[in-house]
Nanobody, 116 residues
Framework: QVQLVESGGGLVQAGGSLRLSCAAS????????MAWYRQTPGKQRELVAR???????IYADFVKGRFTGSRDNAKNTLYLQMNSLKPEDTAVYYC??????????WGQGTQVTVSS
């Protein structure tokens, strides 16, 4: 079973940048689409970016132009470069497949806090 470990979060001022990583314990090469999600307290988890195995990343409107998602299948790792961060980007960020499958459980996520 593939397990996911997110890292790279932290506290940053508005306008700053962070780079998140998601390390998979197994191969993600065969997974067609991997994705980044985020969740804030009291809200449902929302999709941030989808990264197809052989195509361009697709972004949610609220991060388009600011975030860049990528995947390194050889390293079984996903990345999310976040620039021009806003306070409303504050959330716990997770990676997983898209669509979701019960075969891969959620990791612990990584907290991103953007101060104004």
């Amino acid at each position: 079973q593939v397990q996911l470990v997110e890292s790279g979060g932290g506290l940053v001022q508005a306008g700053g940048s962070l780079r998140l990583s998601c390390a998979a314990s197994g191969s993600i090469f065969s997974i067609n689409v991997m994705a980044w999600y985020r969740q804030t307290p009291g809200k449902q988890r929302e999709l941030v970016a989808r990264m197809p195995k052989g195509g361009s990343t697709i972004y949610a409107d609220f991060v388009k132009g600011r975030f860049t998602g990528s995947r390194d299948n050889a390293k079984n790792t996903l990345y999310l470069q976040m620039n021009s961060l806003k306070p409303e980007d504050t959330a716990v960020y997770y990676c997983n497949t898209w669509p979701l499958t019960i075969a891969i459980p959620w990791g612990q996520g990584t907290q991103v806090t953007v101060s104004s």
